[in-house]
């Protein structure tokens, strides 16, 4: 079943345009989030799906209802927001409890909901204090707490975690995820960090300039991206121009680049003879092998723990890796080779 559709959405802010004729479904229990880059429209869009604002034209409807001009305490959704919204002169308690009082919920069930709230998102020892006594995580907790408290069939996220550490993020994201799927709740959440995405996401909407550049699982994302803004904007990408010379049974197609020539694989032929081909700089394997073969030096090197960043040049471009191997030096002569396989065709060159 179709939680939410969108249908050919547009917002304009005076002349200019946030959005740009969008149109996309997302499925009952499903986790889409938006991703991109701060002013692409991914606020906007989820603000538009909230309630908070009308589109300039076009529809949305959640669970079939065509909701567009009905306010948000009329629609079946909850919104988390990343500067908390929390009333300040409340209790942790009574902001838990607030959506539930306004529905009028039983007294039995409301408490019910709210010990079950305060255990999942590990508010036991903080019921009776005020907003202002808590952690920015704490507060963070509690946004989130009364936004599931009220069972939604749809709940927003709005970079709910960009205000947390580290370590914290990663924490409360798991508890996101976790009661998301344990109750069935379809959300949206968006966000520009693409560590989060990846993690978090059925699908994901990478937005830029007002439309969705590319839709897809995580993974599909990762590995194929459709165009240059795409494979830069998640993860790191290797991006060259490239000519194509010859096609080799409809599956490999032979390129130059300023690296030399490659091989690259693809289940679709490229856009075009002059193109763009990208490839992930952890996708390597050291030593010659029998395609694509690049001699490099190192120009620079960076240990990051799990893996050493290096960047090199080779003829008359700078690239990088990603390796699993601390010992190699500054200057050092080294040969790797990528599979054909993880070639991208991206877009044409204009």
Known sequence: MTAIRVVDVEMQFGSFVALKSMSFDVAEGEFVTLL????????TLLKLISGFLQPTSGRI????????GVPPEKRDTA?????YALFPHLSVRENLLFGLRQQKMASAQRDARLA???AQVDLEQHLDKLPNQLSGGQQQRV??????AMRPSVILFDEPLSNLDAKLRESVRYEIRKIQREYGLTAIYVTHDQYEALAMSDRV???NGGVVEQSGVPEEIYSRPKTSFVADFIGSANILDATVVAENG????EVETALGSLTVGSGTPPP???VRICWRPERVTLGRGAQNTVSAEVATRSFQGNFTDILFASGNVSQRLQLNRADIGEGERIEFHIDPADITFLEALS
């Open 36 to 43: 991109g880059p701060s002013g692409c429209g991914k606020t």
């Open 61 to 68: 409807e959640i669970n079939g209802e065509d909701v567009t």
């Open 79 to 83: 919104l988390c927001f990343q500067s």
């Open 116 to 118: 079950q709230i305060v």
């Open 143 to 148: 946004a989130l707490g009364r936004a599931l």
């Open 205 to 207: 909407f990478i937005m």
């Open 250 to 253: 409809g599956t490999h197609w």
């Open 272 to 274: 075009a003879k002059n």
